[in-house]
């Protein structure tokens, strides 16, 4: 049975040790962990098991990207040495019905049988808190030790006169779409505006890219921003950075909108509209008021560095409470929250090397602090950077646009931060996150071992200038003496 | 042709530009040799600091260079500073380019801190030279300090520690952000050590905290991507041996770091990850002109080319376009090298000696009149501006000498932390 097969919810009995709001992967990953230790469990979703990720956002995402890439690929044949193949088109239906049936395979290993077969009691309904140690499921009263909000975000829908008549697509649904859109016009040049920018223009369609800031994903390195938008015009995408969408109509089967640039107006014809502005917090409807849990409704639930409510016994994580920098904190969230509410543990959030990456290509993936955040606490960071086109197997791949970027505090071998940008960023990045959460430092990056040739080759690279960089004229001395001998 | 020769004739080439440009009723000095074009004020700026060269070089008379210079001082002096659409300037500041005959605003463009700082750095280098007790000289004075005195520095942080980039009155400050190291050194420069109107002294470390210090090619770098970065504020202050708190931290100082960019730079051409220069590898990577908007696909890869942009390395953007005035106003931090990139240059266009004044940029790779590919038409006055004075600082170190005398520099410089050295 999948997660949308009717099914009987169990009658609570006693206390949960843990209660969780929410089966995205934050949730699931606390009761999966919660469960595995012996705790009593309660999972309550609203809608399908595997949240948004699953449903509507990271794996859809990835999916159709990932047919892109390939697109892509065919089209630069030519650069491996290999013939462009003749009479590529693009299956635009044949692509999305890839991506249900990634979704549908994957959201198989997170049914509800499963989760009960585990120890969880599954319950499907909307959550209601009504004190603070209970919550209500339609008529059933579900009472906790600890509780766990993970109810995640939903796309904002952006003020702009005349977009909701004109209709627009967002994560949630552009991958119901059947048809490929032939002129699609993205509004927000984050995260997800520029995966699904670069997607749909590899799959063929004409995309303009609106972004209001000066350059895309402002939260990262300016030097990641500039190669994505390199890489962005490549795949032919029309930028418009620095442009606000003031205005939409519909005129027959155009999608009119006015961008405005400064004081200068253009106006761009489309047929369909996605918007990636960014998320508001699931916060509405879940009595938090009555659980004296403290909240706002665009930043979401206030939590402290345990990722702990404004009640002790209630804890809150993910997209929910949006004020955490890390968009995807899963699993370091789920461990936390078992591990602090259960357990008496007193894991901090800010202790924890968390990854991200954008989904583009080329990837781009940070780990830790940035440098501009370290310079603001006055602390002297050095940056060793490695190009790809210095790493043999990225001109091999012929996958030579990104870098690799190690930030230590000046003097030191400890790893501050890292910032990867290249077709495989994502994986790469966990070389450094792994050191980073287990206390190693560039001497130890410097010193592992690894297959030769290989991309990450790059993050050693840059761990061995460190080390060439600390030489210092004594220890070169008594190098040359004992080779002399 | 002797080194000194080489570069009399390339400077001489480049100050001419300023000569044939200019118009003599109010100074102003067109942005580029191309018909119907504007003035700029950044290059009327370097058009300032290049008189007291020229009078040197023996190139033109000091009551002509002085007359010039007063002419230009009157027309900023008495052109309109309000909110009007086409005036001239506001709160001291100027709008970035000019109608070359009335001096009104044009193309709806924004009134430009950094390009007021470069026209300013020309006033008050013509400040410090014109020292004599004539008329003209003592009314350049006057004049110099009178209109950087009125200018409002601390208005155009809008509110903020750093700078904005620009205002303009149709939508007040423009929302560009400008992270990293950049050419404002000057900007903050003279900015903190304003009389009447300066900034803040914390807008120069909040505008030194979005630096980046990185090792690349296996260089210590302040890293800026485009050449002119490490070369605008240079051709008016000395920054041999004096250091910032940043500089004293990383134990360098700015000349130092220019030169150290010229290594990335050379690197990055002799690596030529994109494929685009097959034999001989130029650098000079920089804002400058571009083959335009074009896309292309040439053996398999995507190129797409780009107009007027500030091209960097090795972060990118590069289109294969190189700016030769670049190469060549690095003369002062890397003698050699510089020298070797233009005759280089000179080897591959020959044309070029016919006036000894280059081009905006040229690109090999773009399509061109001829297989030499894309070269950049006419002259633009930015370019000869930086070749005129930094040509200048390594013959003679006129420029800085007199720059170290400026009172708003010494005073900058101190404010912002600079110490040791000539300061």
Same mark, same amino acid.
């Given at each position: 049975?999948?997660?949308?097969t009717?099914?009987q919810?169990?009658?609570?009995?006693?206390?949960?040790?843990?209660?969780? *709001?929410? !089966?995205?992967? @934050?949730?699931?990953?606390? &009761?999966?962990?919660? =469960?595995s230790? #012996?705790?009593? +469990?309660?999972?309550?979703?609203?809608?399908?098991?595997?949240?948004?990720?699953?449903?509507?956002?990271?794996?859809?995402?990835k999916?159709?990207?990932?047919?892109?890439?390939?697109?892509?690929?065919?089209r630069?044949?030519e650069?491996?040495?290999?013939q462009?193949?003749?009479?590529?088109?693009?299956?635009?239906?044949?692509?999305?019905?890839?991506?249900?049936r *990634?979704? !549908?395979?994957? @959201?198989?290993?997170?049914? &509800?049988?499963?989760? =009960?077969?585990m #120890?969880?009691d +599954?319950?499907?309904?909307?959550?209601?808190?009504?004190?603070?140690d209970?919550?209500?499921?339609?008529?059933?009263?579900l009472?906790?030790?600890?509780a766990?909000?993970?109810?995640?975000?939903?796309?904002?829908?952006?003020?702009?006169?005349g977009?909701?008549?004109?209709?627009?697509?967002?994560?949630?649904?552009v991958?119901?779409?059947?048809?490929?859109?032939?002129?699609l016009?993205?509004?927000?040049?984050g995260?997800?505006?520029?995966?699904?920018?670069q997607?749909?223009?590899?799959?063929?369609?004409r995309?303009?890219?609106v972004q209001?800031?000066?350059?895309?994903?402002?939260?990262e390195?300016?030097?990641?921003a500039?190669?994505l938008?390199?890489?962005l015009?490549?795949?032919?995408?029309e930028?418009?950075?620095d442009?606000?969408?003031?205005?939409?109509?519909?005129?027959?089967?155009?999608?009119?909108?006015d961008l405005?640039?400064?004081?200068t107006?253009?106006?761009?014809a489309?047929?369909?509209?996605?918007?990636?502005v960014?998320?508001?917090?699931?916060?509405?409807?879940l009595?938090?008021?009555a659980a004296?849990?403290?909240?706002?409704?665009a930043?979401?639930?206030?939590v402290?560095?345990?990722?702990?409510?404004?009640?002790?016994r209630?804890?809150a994580?993910g997209?929910?409470?949006?004020?955490?920098k890390?968009?995807?904190?899963?699993?370091?969230?789920?461990?936390?929250v078992?591990?602090?509410?259960?357990?008496w543990?007193?894991?901090?959030?800010s202790?924890?090397?968390?990854?991200?990456c954008?989904f583009?290509?080329?990837?781009?993936?940070?780990?830790?602090?940035?440098?501009?955040?370290?310079?603001?606490?006055n602390?002297?960071?050095k940056t060793?950077?490695?190009l790809?086109?210095?790493?043999?197997?990225?001109?091999?791949?012929?996958?030579?646009?990104?870098?690799?970027?190690?930030?230590?505090?000046?003097?030191?071998?400890?790893?501050?931060?890292?910032?990867?940008?290249?077709?495989?960023?994502?994986d790469l990045?966990?070389?450094i996150?792994l050191?980073?959460?287990a206390?190693?430092?560039?001497?130890?990056?410097?010193?592992a071992?690894?297959?030769?040739?290989?991309?990450s080759?790059?993050?050693?690279?840059?761990?061995?200038a460190?080390?060439?960089s600390?030489?210092?004229?004594?220890?070169t001395?008594?190098r040359?003496?004992?080779?002399?001998? | 042709?002797?080194?000194?020769?080489l570069?009399?004739?390339?400077?001489?080439?480049?100050?001419?530009?300023?000569v044939?440009?200019t118009?003599?009723?109010?100074?102003?000095?067109?942005?580029?040799?191309r018909a119907g074009?504007?003035?700029?004020?950044?290059?009327?700026?370097?058009?300032?600091s290049?008189?007291?060269?020229?009078?040197?070089?023996g190139?033109?008379?000091?009551e002509d260079?002085?007359?010039?210079?007063l002419?230009?001082?009157?027309?900023?002096?008495?052109s309109?500073?309000?909110?009007?659409p086409?005036?001239?300037?506001?709160?001291g500041?100027?709008?970035?380019?000019?109608?070359?005959?009335?001096?009104?605003?044009?193309?709806?463009?924004e009134v430009?801190p950094i390009d007021?700082?470069?026209?300013?750095?020309?006033i008050l280098?013509?400040?410090?030279?014109?020292t004599?007790?004539?008329?003209?000289?003592t009314?350049?004075?006057?004049?110099?300090?009178?209109?950087y005195?009125?200018?409002?520095?601390?208005?155009?942080?809008?509110?903020n520690?750093?700078?904005?980039?620009?205002?303009?009155?149709?939508?007040?400050?423009?929302?560009?952000?400008?992270?990293?190291?950049?050419e404002?050194?000057?900007l903050?420069?003279?900015?903190?050590?304003?009389?009447?109107?300066?900034l803040?002294?914390?807008?120069?470390?909040?505008?030194?905290?979005?630096?980046q210090?990185?090792?690349?090619?296996?260089?210590?770098?302040?890293?800026?991507?485009?050449?002119?970065i490490?070369?605008?504020?240079?051709?008016?202050i000395?920054f041999?041996k004096?250091?910032?708190p940043?500089?004293?931290?990383?134990?360098?100082?700015?000349?130092?770091?220019?030169?150290?960019?010229?290594d990335i730079?050379?690197?990055?051409?002799?690596?030529?990850p994109?494929?685009?220069?097959?034999?001989?590898p130029?650098?000079?990577?920089?804002?400058?002109?571009?083959?335009?908007?074009?896309?292309?696909?040439?053996?398999?890869?995507?190129?797409r080319?780009?107009?007027?942009?500030?091209?960097?390395?090795?972060?990118?953007?590069?289109?294969?376009t190189i700016?030769?005035?670049?190469a060549l106003a690095?003369?002062?931090?890397a003698?050699?090298?510089?020298?070797?990139a233009?005759?280089?240059?000179?080897?591959l266009?020959p044309?070029?000696?016919?006036?000894?004044?280059?081009?905006s940029?040229?690109?090999?790779?773009?399509?061109?009149a001829?297989?030499r590919?894309?070269?950049?038409?006419?002259?633009?006055?930015?370019?000869q501006?930086?070749v005129v004075?930094?040509?200048?600082n390594?013959?003679?170190?006129l420029i800085?000498?007199?720059m170290?005398d400026?009172?708003?520099?010494?005073t900058?410089?101190?404010?912002?932390?600079?110490?040791?050295?000539?300061?």
């Amino acid at each position: 049975m999948t997660s949308s097969t009717p099914r009987q919810d169990p009658n609570p009995h006693g206390r949960y040790h843990l209660l969780i *709001v929410g !089966a995205g992967p @934050t949730g699931l990953i606390a &009761a999966q962990t919660a =469960v595995s230790q #012996g705790a009593r +469990v309660a999972l309550i979703e609203r809608n399908l098991l595997g949240g948004t990720c699953l449903n509507t956002g990271c794996i859809p995402s990835k999916t159709i990207i990932r047919t892109s890439r390939l697109y892509r690929d065919m089209r630069d044949a030519e650069l491996f040495g290999a013939q462009v193949p003749s009479g590529i088109t693009v299956d635009f239906p044949a692509v999305m019905e890839r991506v249900r049936r *990634v979704r !549908a395979r994957l @959201t198989e290993r997170v049914s &509800a049988e499963r989760l =009960v077969a585990m #120890g969880i009691d +599954v319950y499907f309904g909307e959550a209601r808190f009504a004190g603070r140690d209970s919550v209500t499921v339609g008529a059933k009263v579900l009472r906790f030790k600890n509780a766990l909000i993970a109810t995640g975000a939903r796309p904002v829908r952006p003020p702009i006169p005349g977009i909701e008549e004109a209709g627009f697509l967002t994560y949630e649904n552009v991958f119901d779409l059947t048809e490929r859109p032939k002129r699609l016009l993205v509004i927000g040049g984050g995260p997800v505006g520029c995966e699904l920018a670069q997607a749909f223009a590899r799959l063929g369609s004409r995309v303009t890219l609106v972004q209001d800031e000066s350059m895309f994903l402002v939260h990262e390195e300016r030097d990641a921003a500039q190669l994505l938008s390199d890489a962005l015009a490549r795949d032919g995408i029309e930028i418009h950075l620095d442009t606000q969408t003031t205005r939409v109509r519909v005129q027959g089967d155009d999608t009119i909108v006015d961008l405005v640039n400064s004081d200068t107006t253009r106006t761009v014809a489309v047929d369909r509209i996605l918007v990636g502005v960014g998320t508001v917090p699931n916060v509405q409807g879940l009595g938090l008021e009555a659980a004296s849990v403290a909240y706002d409704g665009a930043r979401g639930i206030r939590v402290d560095d345990f990722l702990r409510t404004t009640n002790r016994r209630i804890f809150a994580a993910g997209d929910v409470c949006t004020e955490n920098k890390f968009p995807h904190i899963e699993s370091v969230a789920g461990r936390i929250v078992t591990s602090n509410a259960l357990f008496w543990g007193r894991e901090r959030l800010s202790a924890q090397a968390v990854p991200w990456c954008t989904f583009t290509d080329p990837e781009i993936a940070h780990v830790g602090m940035y440098v501009t955040e370290a310079r603001q606490k006055n602390i002297p960071v050095k940056t060793f950077t490695v190009l790809m086109h210095e790493v043999d197997r990225a001109i091999a791949d012929s996958e030579e646009d990104g870098f690799v970027k190690l930030t230590v505090r000046e003097g030191t071998a400890k790893i501050l931060g890292a910032t990867v940008v290249a077709r495989h960023a994502g994986d790469l990045i966990n070389e450094i996150s792994l050191a980073m959460s287990a206390g190693l430092d560039l001497h130890a990056l410097a010193r592992a071992n690894q297959p030769f040739p290989t991309q990450s080759q790059a993050i050693k690279m840059a761990a061995e200038a460190y080390v060439q960089s600390r030489s210092n004229p004594l220890r070169t001395w008594l190098r040359t003496k004992r080779l002399s001998w | 042709m002797r080194d000194d020769e080489l570069l009399d004739r390339l400077q001489r080439g480049a100050f001419g530009y300023f000569v044939d440009q200019t118009n003599p009723v109010n100074g102003l000095v067109a942005d580029t040799s191309r018909a119907g074009s504007p003035a700029s004020i950044a290059v009327v700026g370097f058009a300032l600091s290049s008189y007291p060269a020229a009078v040197e070089r023996g190139w033109l008379e000091r009551e002509d260079a002085a007359t010039r210079t007063l002419v230009t001082l009157r027309f900023f002096e008495r052109s309109s500073q309000n909110t009007d659409p086409d005036a001239t300037g506001y709160k001291g500041f100027y709008y970035h380019f000019l109608d070359l005959a009335s001096g009104k605003r044009v193309w709806q463009c924004e009134v430009s801190p950094i390009d007021t700082s470069l026209l300013f750095a020309g006033i008050l280098t013509a400040a410090a030279y014109f020292t004599e007790e004539t008329s003209t000289e003592t009314e350049i004075r006057a004049l110099a300090r009178d209109l950087y005195d009125r200018i409002d520095w601390d208005w155009a942080r809008n509110d903020n520690l750093t700078v904005a980039q620009g205002w303009k009155p149709e939508s007040g400050f423009l929302n560009y952000g400008w992270q990293g190291y950049n050419e404002a050194a000057l900007l903050y420069v003279l900015g903190i050590a304003s009389p009447r109107h300066p900034l803040p002294t914390a807008s120069y470390s909040a505008w030194t905290t979005t630096y980046q210090w990185e090792r690349i090619y296996g260089v210590d770098v302040l890293y800026a991507g485009p050449l002119f970065i490490h070369q605008f504020s240079h051709a008016w202050i000395d920054f041999r041996k004096i250091q910032d708190p940043f500089m004293r931290e990383k134990g360098s100082d700015y000349f130092e770091n220019s030169r150290r960019a010229i290594d990335i730079q050379r690197e990055y051409a002799r690596l030529d990850p994109n494929e685009y220069r097959t034999s001989n590898p130029c650098w000079g990577f920089s804002a400058g002109d571009g083959p335009g908007r074009l896309a292309l696909r040439v053996r398999g890869r995507d190129r797409r080319f780009f107009e007027y942009v500030a091209r960097g390395v090795p972060f990118g953007p590069d289109d294969g376009t190189i700016a030769p005035a670049a190469a060549l106003a690095s003369l002062p931090f890397a003698p050699t090298l510089a020298l070797s990139a233009v005759r280089n240059f000179l080897e591959l266009y020959p044309e070029w000696t016919h006036t000894w004044r280059l081009p905006s940029g040229f690109n090999p790779s773009a399509p061109g009149a001829d297989s030499r590919g894309w070269i950049s038409e006419g002259h633009f006055g930015l370019d000869q501006g930086i070749v005129v004075l930094m040509i200048e600082n390594h013959r003679s170190g006129l420029i800085w000498k007199l720059m170290r005398d400026s009172l708003p520099i010494r005073t900058g410089l101190k404010r912002a932390g600079f110490t040791g050295g000539w300061l």
